[in-house]
Each structure stands twice: as structure tokens, then as C-alpha cells.
């Protein structure tokens, strides 16, 4: 009888899920220390960079940006010059290309 457990070495369905389970849970308890650690290293990071600034910026908007404005600019120009199909149908009285 000793002979037959010794020679029948496969773990069952069960053992295998139990086995994998285990590890898995190893792994995260692993882990957990680690993240804590960052997250602790973070957050002081945070309150040292807020604290030393008084001041608060404002968003940025790319549109107030010198070359930026003068490409929008040129951009609504050519818009104006050149209105699309569809703009120009809004008002067929200031329009003389079309006729009624």
C-alpha cells in the first residue's frame, strides 16, 4: 500500500487549484508592502511641491501664443476668404453665386 502512494505522484484537480491559489496569493501578499511604499513616497512628494509654491498658474491656452495666435489668424483668413460650400448657403441674399 506504501509502494502505490509513493509511485502516484500527480496532484489531483484540486490539489492543483489549491496549489495555484496559494501561489497566487504568496504573490500578492508579496506586493503589498511595496505599493504601500510608493504610495507613501508619492503622497510626501505631492505636499513638499505644494507647500513651497504660494501661488497659483492658470490653465494654458495654446490659442494666446504668439505663433499659435498667428496661425489661427491665417487660418480664419483663409476661412473668411474662402467660406465652404455649406457656410455659404446659410445666406443665399449675400451670396451671388446663387440664384433662386
Do not use: W
Not at 502505490?4 to 490539489?15: D, F, K, M, P, Y
Request: net charge positive.
Amino acid at each position: 500500500m506504501k509502494a502505490s502512494l509513493v509511485l502516484n505522484r500527480a496532484l489531483t484537480r484540486r490539489g492543483r487549484r489549491a496549489l495555484g491559489l496559494a501561489g497566487a496569493t504568496v504573490l500578492c501578499l508579496a506586493l503589498v508592502p511595496a505599493a504601500g511604499q510608493a504610495v507613501a513616497a508619492e503622497s510626501k512628494g505631492r505636499q513638499a511641491a505644494n507647500s513651497g509654491s504660494g501661488e497659483e498658474l492658470g490653465n494654458y491656452d495654446s490659442r494666446r501664443d504668439g505663433a499659435n495666435r498667428k496661425v489661427l489668424a491665417a487660418r480664419s483668413a483663409a476661412l473668411a476668404a474662402r467660406p465652404s460650400t455649406r457656410v455659404r448657403n446659410l445666406f443665399p441674399a449675400a451670396n451671388p453665386l446663387i440664384t433662386k
